[in-house]
């Protein structure tokens, strides 16, 4: 079982880059636009040090932990190295421009 939530708009994320979301439906969450313009969601923080996701660099479908350079997948959660995961979120963009995201239950 899963709800969903609404966030902000899409186009107040930029190109390439990630925003956080504290504390919704118990889950903080990172929301990513990669220059495709593709939407990613996975958890906050990483699971290796707690560093903040949403502000490491977005490349393609991963982003790089701005505190220790951990690579994940944000469309399966696979850590590069292979020593931990991230939990992704299915995401995408309204009719209304907004970033829809379910999370569990």
């Not at 040090?49 to 790089?64: C, E, M, N």
């Not at 959660?77 to 299915?90: F, K, R």
């Amino acid at each position: 079982m899963s709800r969903t939530i609404s966030l902000n708009l899409v186009s107040e994320i930029p190109p390439g880059e990630g925003r956080a979301f504290a504390s919704l439906a118990g889950f903080d969450i990172a929301v990513f636009r990669a220059r495709s313009g593709a939407l990613y969601a996975s958890q906050a923080m990483c699971p290796h040090k707690g560093g903040p996701l949403a502000d490491g660099l977005v490349g393609g479908a991963s982003v790089v932990c701005p505190l220790h350079e951990k690579v994940f997948d944000l469309r399966t959660g696979s850590c590069a190295d292979g020593t931990c995961a991230i939990a992704v979120y299915p995401v995408r963009e309204t009719a209304e421009g907004r970033i829809s995201v379910e999370l569990p239950s």
